[in-house]
Each structure stands twice: as structure tokens, then as C-alpha cells.
């Protein structure tokens, strides 16, 4: 039987099915959330987005967007005024307060770009008019219907990215039912309008994602380690031991001549390529996204706001 409401489109097939499993697996209303889809709006502006991801930049191009003095000035400030959240989430949690800053960094510049699609169209679209990715936007239409149930949230009101990602710390929806956290202790996790809940949510990822406390995240090396095998452009897992490395005559410093293990990865400059060693903390970093390049601008924005906060 074709779900349907009176003066408003039929759903897909796909769509129906969709609504039969969260009524089956979830307990949703089938009518109530047939007229909740119907509302959401399919974005054509949402697949051409998807198309032309920055990280497809080389390096160089990609440095330029998030190591700007405008972003680094605004960390400082947001250091400052978010001073005890910080040092708090760090004491709890373990991570640094500049790893978490720069996140909400490169993310939302601090909460200024949080995204204006309502985010059940990015993922409604997404999950039925992208055939390369709809299994993954299915299943995070899933989580985030499940999510707004359980923070009583209003389906079609919150904003985010084109992609799905929500509020200053840009959280996917299985994301934000994982690891958000009430850190300001109101009885809600609101990452739209909550700093504390933010900070405290970042740090609770990466905590959980293995955050080693204290340990190095990244290495410039002077040049390649000849013999030695490169990283993947995304996520690369440390894999070279470290007394390879050693022995590749690379300088190391003590503080992570005493690691295990370091992914080799490059990075393009305009007339050079750039190499770096990757540490356990670098790739905790990728699993907020599994970028190198990102993981890259994040520690470089975390290492600029550091200098200028302590200054």
C-alpha cells in the first residue's frame, strides 16, 4: 500500500521501505514519519557538494584555508574565554586544550559556520539521491531520527553541514549519540549552543578513540627515509617501526624516538613535497575525519594557538 498524504509527493519505494524498517526495528509512527519525510526537501546543491570535497587539494591549497591568522587569533581568544571548560575536559579527558580548540577550528571557525541545511534534508537527500554513499546516509538518518527522539528535539530545526554534520563540533549523527557529553552538567547535550557540552564532547572522541596523553602527535622529517614505504592518503595507521626509521638516518627527538611505530606520509608543497611522520595521536586525529590532510591542519592550528596563548 503507497503511503502518501494529501497534497504532498509519494514516497519512494526506497523511502517506504526505509519508514516500514524504523516502524519495524524502532517502534516509529509510519504515518508521523512518512509526513515528517515528505517535508524534508531534496537538495540538488547537496550532491554537487559531495563531488568537490577540500581534501581533494594538495596540500598547499588546503594549509591556506585553515592556517589563517583570523583562525589562529580566534582560537586564542576562544582559549581564553572557554579557559575552564578547557582545562577541565582536558583534566578529565586528557586532551590537550589547543587539540580540542583547533578542532572547533577547522570545523565551524568556533561555532561562526555550523552549516544552513536543515540537516534531515542533507541526510534525506543524501541517503535516497546518492547511490556512491546511501547505505552510510541511511544509516545516519537512522541514528539521527533515534537521536532526536531521545534529546526531544524538533525533526526539521537543526542545522548543519550539507553533509549531515551537526552543530560546533560538526558530530554525525552516530557520532553525537557516542560521544556527546552534558558537560555543563543541564541535563541535555546541545552542541549548537552549549561550549562546555562541545568541549567536552570533542575531548570525550578522542579519548575514546585511544588519545594517548602526554605522547607526541607529529614529526617533520628533513627528508624521506629512503627504503621505506609511504602512508595512505587517508587514516594510515602507524606502521614503520620507529628504529627503522632511526636507522634511515633520520634525527629523531627523544620524544618519539621512544614510540613503537609512525606512519611515513607526504605532503605537497607548491615546488616540493613535504614528508612527516604520523604518530599514534596523529591517527586519532584522523578518526574524526579520515583525512591526512585535516589531521595535518588540525595539529598545525593546535600548534599555532598554542605558541599565541602562551605568549
Known amino acids: 500500500m503507497l503511503l502518501s498524504v494529501t497534497n504532498s509527493y509519494a514516497l519512494s519505494q526506497q523511502e517506504q521501505k526505509f519508514v516500514t524498517q524504523m516502524a519495524e526495528k524502532h517502534q516509529f509512527d509510519s504515518a508521523q514519519l512518512t509526513r515528517q519525510l515528505q517535508k524534508a526537501k531534496h537538495q540538488p546543491s547537496i550532491i554537487k557538494a559531495m563531488s568537490r570535497p577540500a581534501e581533494a587539494m594538495p596540500w598547499y591549497k588546503y594549509r591556506k584555508i585553515f592556517l589563517q591568522p ?34 572547533i577550528g577547522v570545523e565551524t571557525l568556533y561555532g561562526k559556520n555550523i552549516g544552513s541545511y536543515a540537516v534531515m534534508d542533507a541526510l534525506k537527500t543524501l541517503a535516497f539521491g546518492y547511490p556512491k554513499r546511501a547505505g552510510f546516509f541511511r544509516s545516519e538518518l537512522e541514528e539521527y531520527l533515534l537521536m532526536a527522539r531521545e534529546e526531544k528535539l524538533e525533526l526539521l530545526t537543526p542545522k548543519g ?72 592518503r587517508r ?58 590532510l585535516y589531521a595535518m591542519a588540525v595539529y598545525q592550528l593546535a600548534q599555532a594557538i598554542n605558541q599565541q596563548s602562551t605568549q
Do not use: C
Open 70 to 103: 583570523e583562525r589562529i587569533q580566534a582560537g586564542k581568544k576562544f582559549m581564553r574565554k572557554y579557559h575552564k571548560e578547557l582545562k577541565q575536559a582536558q583534566q578529565v579527558y586528557g586532551v590537550p586544550a589547543h587539540i580540542i580548540t583547533a578542532i
Open 161 to 232: 553541514s550539507y553533509a549531515g554534520a551537526m552543530g560546533m563540533p560538526q558530530f554525525m549523527p552516530s557520532s553525537f549519540r557516542e560521544y556527546a557529553v552534558d558537560f555543563d552538567g543541564n541535563g541535555k547535550r546541545d552542541l549548537w549552543n552549549s561550549p562546555a557540552d562541545v568541549i567536552g564532547s570533542v575531548a570525550n572522541y578522542f579519548s575514546r578513540h585511544g588519545w594517548k596523553t602526554g605522547e607526541a602527535v607529529a614529526f617533520k622529517l628533513e627528508q624521506r627515509p629512503p627504503g621505506l614505504p609511504l602512508g595512505k
Open 235 to 292: 587514516g594510515q595507521k602507524p606502521n614503520v617501526s620507529i628504529s627503522k626509521i632511526s636507522k634511515s638516518a633520520a634525527t629523531l627527538p627523544p620524544e618519539v624516538r621512544t614510540l613503537d611505530k609512525a606512519a611515513i606520509l607526504k605532503y605537497q608543497q607548491k615546488n616540493r613535497e613535504d614528508y612527516w611522520l604520523g604518530l599514534h595521536n596523529f591517527y586519532v586525529i584522523t578518526r574524526y575525519n579520515h583525512s591526512n
